[in-house]
């Protein structure tokens, strides 16, 4: 297997994480990590991504596509990129893995400018998930998560070893393995088309409006078994939505960006619910951001010693601030109870605590 | 003979006598069988020249045919490969094709007979000539064929736009290549009893032998023969898709 960068060698490939300072000295190498990291069982976790002063211009345009974007998303975790259509946001995305080049200004992934690692090789270690999915419809559902590991010369037992694992990772059959795009469900291709973006266990995903074409209810499932599996794997996510609900939901933070490629506003849901740096962003999180913040707060957060009164409404710890007070309007009861996940009895709230918990800043 | 030599079975020529009128009176003779020269169809006839015309010539005229597909197929595939990446070639190449098409066979045939003679070259250049715009634009429309989600996947994954083509849009191409392959070498097997007039190979021989004649039994013979063997070719055509795109099937599988 030659070297994937040619002349350059591994320093042109992208440097370890922070969570791996041995690998970052040794520099990245995609085959010879993954050979060890499959070997011991590690994984990679996500790098850092750094987009400094970014623009964009096409020729024959006034206005760039991208101004002056400036953010960094933490490693390990999920960005959402959010605005409205022509706002730039998948552009910006694109502009990681060099579907688009930047005109001015640098993008880091683990400190390293994806201008400095061949593009090919860049590309092939950045996870990329897309609304349409993109399956080859020619290739079985195996084939098509071994498109990248084939690419880099993995041997068959490898990448049928892999596919299985993967399987099981997006909790699919592993007899899928041998059926074609065309005999699966828009979920489950869903499914096995972020089992391909993680063939190569790559620190980066970029996914666009991936969960887009779903129905509401398929929707919510893959988003929850995204959530859960990013706990496993700790990728370094830029996420683009259209759907500020989504966003709320999956994004450790969110980049809200307005027509021009203009950063709006970047932070946590509950940044942008509670404090919205302008009329544009209040308008986009939308009138009702005083509940939708509720959806964030988890009603664990109250705790007092008081029991819960007998025909009171009860509902877990992990249930949100909205749906406590949808249940407490809806039932007309003065208290609720709070129990663990079992039932086990934890507490019980007041209307007013509820809105004093409210008033408070989160975890104040 | 030229091109003709290299066939690899006899050519030795058909006779096609008729007994004249200075005979006196006689039962002509058609090549056996006793058959009455009224007769519509004379199944003793097919039995007595079965193994010496009719085998012999079907041979003939499915090596015509393989030939023509064959040649027209690879210079197809590498004009639309070329067509993929450029527009201009495209519209030079479909405009050429197109005209190839619309000219008469029997006129194509006979206009190339100065230059190669009453040659099998003849007759091929005529055939292949017949096989582009089928095939050429098959093909394209098959390299054409990928979904823009799979395109847009396979760049943003990495591969390079020769992977992309020789791992996604070919293969995609398959059934509409193969589609158009069906078309061509049936229009090929009807084409090449027309060819006969230029050189005397294939089931159209016996058909223009059959045509100065009153006796039908061979004419209807060797034309029943041509349309069996483009029944059969399609049909092998059809299984050949199959095996080679399993992936269509299981589509079509889900749907019904």
């Known amino acids: 297997m030659p070297h994937l960068t040619g002349p350059a060698g591994s320093d042109a490939k992208l440097p370890g994480s922070d969570h791996g300072a041995d690998r970052s000295a040794a520099g990245f190498d995609p085959e010879h990590d993954l050979l060890d990291g499959a070997a011991h069982g590690e994984r990679r976790s996500g790098l850092e991504i750094e987009f400094r002063n970014v623009t964009k211009r096409y020729p024959g345009q006034d206005q760039p596509a991208i101004t002056d974007l400036s953010l960094t998303i933490p490693a390990g975790t999920i960005c959402c990129l959010v605005g409205p259509s022509g706002g730039g946001k998948t552009t910006a995305m694109k502009l990681v893995n060099r579907l688009i080049e930047f005109s001015d200004g640098d993008i880091l992934i683990g400190g390293r400018s994806v201008r400095s690692v061949d593009v090919t090789t860049l590309r092939r270690d950045i996870g990329y998930v897309i609304q349409q999915v993109g399956l080859f419809p020619h290739m079985t559902i195996a084939g098509n998560i071994g498109v990248v590991p084939t690419l880099l010369g993995w041997s068959k037992e490898r990448i049928r070893d892999r596919v299985a694992e993967l399987l099981d990772l997006v909790r699919l059959d592993r007899s899928l393995a041998k059926r074609y795009p065309a005999q699966l469900s828009g979920g489950q291709q869903q499914r096995i088309g972020l089992a391909r973006a993680l063939a190569v266990d790559p620190p980066v995903m970029l996914m ?148 004093s918990a409210v008033a408070a800043e989160p975890g104040s | 003979m030229g091109p003709l030599a290299a066939l690899p079975f006899s050519l030795a020529p058909f006779p096609t006598e008729v007994p004249g009128p200075a005979q006196g009176p006689v039962i002509p003779d058609f090549g056996g069988g006793g058959c009455p020269d009224d007769a519509t169809f004379c199944w003793s006839w097919v039995r007595e020249n079965w193994g010496s015309q009719l085998v012999p010539h079907l041979v003939q005229h499915i090596y015509i045919t393989a030939i023509a597909v064959v040649i027209g197929l690879v210079i197809s595939l590498a004009a639309a490969v070329l067509a993929y990446r450029l527009s201009w070639f495209e519209k030079g190449f479909m405009a050429f094709s197109t005209v190839l098409y619309t000219i008469p066979a029997l006129a194509f045939f006979l206009f190339f007979v100065p230059i190669t003679g009453l040659s099998l070259l003849t007759v091929e250049i005529g055939l292949v000539g017949y096989t582009f715009l089928l095939l050429f634009r098959n093909t394209l429309t098959g390299l054409r064929s990928v979904p823009p989600g799979a395109m847009a996947a396979a760049a943003g994954m990495g591969m390079t736009p020769r992977e992309i083509f020789l791992r996604i849009n070919l293969p995609l191409a398959v059934p509409s290549i193969m589609a158009g392959a069906r078309v061509a070498t049936v229009t090929v097997i009807s084409l090449a009893t027309i060819a006969a007039d230029v050189t005397p190979l294939g089931l159209g021989e016996l058909i223009f032998t059959a045509l100065h004649t009153v006796f039908r039994t061979e004419l209807i013979a060797a034309g029943a023969l041509a349309i069996l063997l483009a029944l059969v070719a399609d049909a092998l055509l059809v299984l050949a898709q199959r095996a080679a795109t399993p992936w269509i099937r299981v589509r079509r599988g889900r749907t019904t």
């Open chain 1, 208 to 355: 666009d409006e991936p969960f887009g074409a779903l129905d509401p209810i398929t929707r919510a499932a893959v988003q929850d078994e995204f959530l859960r599996l990013q706990e496993q794997i700790n990728k370094t996510v830029i996420f683009v939505t259209h759907d500020i609900d989504e966003a709320i939901r999956m994004g450790d933070s969110i980049a809200v960006l307005r027509e021009g490629g203009v950063l709006a506003q970047f932070g946590t849901a509950d940044d942008l619910l509670a404090n919205p740096a302008d009329d544009y962003v209040a308008d986009f999180v939308g009138a009702d951001r005083g509940l939708k913040r509720l959806s964030l707060r988890r009603l664990g957060e109250l705790v007092n010693g008081r029991a819960i009164p007998a025909g009171a409404p009860t509902l877990t710890a992990d249930t949100s601030f909205r749906i406590g007070l949808s249940v407490l309007f809806a039932t007309n009861a003065p208290v609720l109870g709070i129990t663990d996940d079992a039932g086990a009895p934890l507490c019980s709230v007041t209307l007013e605590e509820l809105r």
